[in-house]
Each structure stands twice: as structure tokens, then as C-alpha cells.
């Protein structure tokens, strides 16, 4: 052992999708947006002047902040931006969760957050999610330093009724209930109403799925001011530049378009619904997804064998080999003919297994 080793910080990273190159596969592993960016977003990009590379971007992200806080008709300093909603989470639990109390998460969610934890040495418990995959709200009732879940959660896909949210963050006034809503966009209604009346609630969302811009990296968090406040200090205090000058300008740009949001969302919230019809009717089941994939497990076939025959053939899925999870398939919603192609593909390997 070299003398320096015994001083290096060792982790054990979050591995994210596969990214497959080629332009003939099926991707359907990250929950990505099947349908390009805002239009405007493409001509903002093509007008975009290089020599303005030059300088820093504006390190408040000024033109972004004010143009969600409008959006969602909150005050400018109730916004945080950063550079997708993994470096806002990030930043919310370095800056949330100092209490040295166990902060909680479900036992299945999203698998970023036990390694955020570790990396910043904050201890955790993490209560298991019932037989149907539901998330216990009495779980997050006790004393804790912190609680943090998405809605709907990740990888199922169910959706928390907004009721029981209201419930946890009014029976935890000590500490700051995050709310990650990645996928809120696909079914759900936003806690960001709640904000107003709880100042210990932060909900993060992002520009990864819904507005189709996962390659832009662009998240948010809203919250009462304090909150905000606190998460730009320890912002400022690690890189007061998180947000590029293209990120902010194409962003506002996406918001803009309202009316592409909601048409693109809704065709793929009716593509979801009917892949619900279709894996059913190939023996599959899940439970009731609100977001855009479906964590779905055949009656016969294993997952892992479904998984590595469906990437023979370049359609990609996700598949977690762990406890609980290792029979299901979490599989993003693509276009109509992404899917079409994913069935065609199943109901012969089925019929055949
Ligand atoms: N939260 C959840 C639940 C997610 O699934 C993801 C996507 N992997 C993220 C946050 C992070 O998304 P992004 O950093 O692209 O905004």
C-alpha cells in the first residue's frame, strides 16, 4: 500500500444508465423524453453566439430563476437551479441534513441517495415500502434528521396522493421534507401548492424528462425563502458557476413553450397507458405507474433473461439485480413505435419461451 492511500476518500459510486451508442437501437433505460426539446430551444441554440463563451455565465441564473418562479407563480427567491435536480439534491443534503440524526428514505427508490449520504457521512434508515410498493407515510412519522422521497417514487412508479404528503411534512416541523419530483409532470399534482404554507418543505424537479432536456442538465428546487437562502450559501461556497451560460438560456427558452409541454406530455402519458394494455395482455405485471416508465415483472419468464434477450436485439431497459427488485424490468415510455417494436419483440420471445 502506497503511504497516501489510507488518506483517500473511497466511495462507492452511483452508476447510471447505460448510454449504448448507435442510432438503430431502442432506448428505453433512463426514462429520457422520446420527443425532442421545445422547438424554440433549437433556434435559441442555432442563434447562439460563441464569442459570448467568453465570460462567465451570470452566477444567480437570473433569467432561468425568474422565469420558473413566474411560471409557477413563486417569488425569485424561492427558486434554486442547478445543474440537473442530482446536483440540487445533492446541494439540499449537504445543506439539509446536518442534524447527525438518521435521515430517511424508502428502501427502494431512487438509488442516488443512499450513495449521497454516505459521501457526505450523513447516517439514514430507509423503511420498506409495503407488498404492493407503496410508500408507509406513518414510516416518516418518528423522530429523523431530514426525509427525502420521490413522487411518484422511482423505480415503481406510484404516485403519493398529495394528501399524504401534506400529512408528513406537517408532522415533521423540525426537519426539511424534500420531495423529488422528477416525474411529476406524467400524472401527479406538484407540492410545490404547499410550499406556501409549510416552510420546511423543498420540492426538486428537473428539465430531464418532461421538457425533454436530460442533456441540458437542468434542475430546480422551490421552497419558502430561508430555504432557498441556505441552499445558495453552500452553493456559493463550492462553485458559484454551476449553471452555464447555454443551460440558462435554453432553458428559459423550454419554459416558454407551454403549449408543446403539454401536448408532448400527454402523448406520452397515452402511449403509458396503453403499453399498460399491451403487458398485461403478455402476462406482465406492475404496479399503477404515473410516471414515464413501468416497472413490470413477467408471470413466467425472469426479468434478467427478458433483459439480457432484449438487448441482444438493441432494445434497452433497465434492470436492478438486487433483493426485491431483481424479477422486474423498468421500462421508459417511448414513442408509439418504440413501444410497438418492444411488443412485437416480447410476444414472439414469449410465445417461443
Ligand atoms: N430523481 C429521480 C427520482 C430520478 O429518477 C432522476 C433521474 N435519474 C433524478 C432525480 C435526476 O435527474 P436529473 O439529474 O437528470 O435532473
Known amino acids: 500500500m502506497k503511504a497516501w492511500e489510507a488518506n483517500v476518500r473511497r466511495v462507492e459510486p452511483y452508476v447510471p444508465g447505460e448510454q449504448p451508442r448507435g442510432d438503430r437501437l431502442i432506448k428505453l433505460n433512463t426514462n429520457e423524453n422520446p ?12 442563434e447562439l453566439d460563441a464569442a459570448a ?20 407563480g413563486v417569488g425569485e427567491d424561492q427558486v434554486f437551479v442547478g445543474v440537473g435536480s442530482d446536483d440540487v439534491i445533492a446541494m439540499a443534503f449537504l445543506t439539509f441534513f446536518h442534524s447527525g440524526k438518521p435521515i430517511l428514505f424508502p428502501d427502494v427508490t431512487y438509488s442516488f441517495y443512499p450513495v449521497w449520504a454516505k459521501l457526505f457521512d450523513i447516517p439514514y434508515r430507509t423503511p420498506a415500502l409495503d407488498a404492493g410498493f407503496r410508500i408507509c407515510p406513518q414510516d416518516y412519522y418518528g423522530d429523523n434528521g431530514g426525509i427525502i422521497f420521490p413522487n411518484p417514487n422511482a423505480p415503481t412508479g406510484i404516485l403519493m396522493p398529495l394528501e399524504q404528503i401534506e400529512e408528513i411534512v406537517r408532522r415533521n416541523p423540525s426537519v426539511i421534507v424534500i420531495v423529488d419530483e422528477a416525474y411529476i409532470d406524467f400524472g401527479g399534482t406538484s407540492a410545490i401548492r404547499l410550499v406556501e404554507r409549510y416552510d420546511n418543505l423543498l420540492v426538486v424537479q428537473t428539465f430531464s424528462k418532461s421538457r425533454a432536456m436530460a442533456g441540458m442538465r437542468i434542475g430546480y428546487a422551490i421552497g419558502q425563502p430561508e430555504l432557498i437562502q441556505a441552499l445558495c450559501d453552500v452553493k456559493f461556497s463550492f462553485n458559484s458557476y454551476t449553471m452555464n451560460a447555454t443551460s440558462l438560456a435554453l432553458g428559459v427558452e423550454a419554459v416558454k413553450d407551454e403549449a408543446y409541454f403539454c401536448e408532448t406530455t400527454a402523448k406520452i402519458i397515452r402511449t403509458r397507458e396503453r403499453a399498460k394494455e399491451q403487458l398485461r395482455e403478455l402476462g406482465f ?14 408471470e413466467r419468464v425472469p426479468a434478467g433473461e427478458l433483459f439480457e434477450a432484449l438487448r441482444q436485439n438493441q432494445i434497452y431497459v433497465r434492470y436492478f439485480n438486487q433483493p426485491r427488485l431483481n424479477n422486474y424490468l423498468r421500462i421508459s415510455v417511448g414513442t408509439d413505435e418504440e413501444m410497438d417494436a418492444l411488443f412485437a419483440f416480447l410476444k414472439e420471445y414469449l410465445w417461443k419461451a
Open 35 to 46: 420527443y425532442p426539446p421545445a422547438p424554440g430551444v433549437a433556434w435559441v441554440l442555432h
Open 53 to 72: 463563451l467568453r465570460k462567465y455565465p451570470d452566477p444567480t441564473a437570473t433569467a432561468l430563476v425568474q422565469c420558473l418562479a413566474e411560471h409557477y
Open 285 to 298: 405485471s406492475f404496479p399503477d405507474s404515473s410516471a414515464n416508465f413501468i416497472f413490470a415483472s413477467h
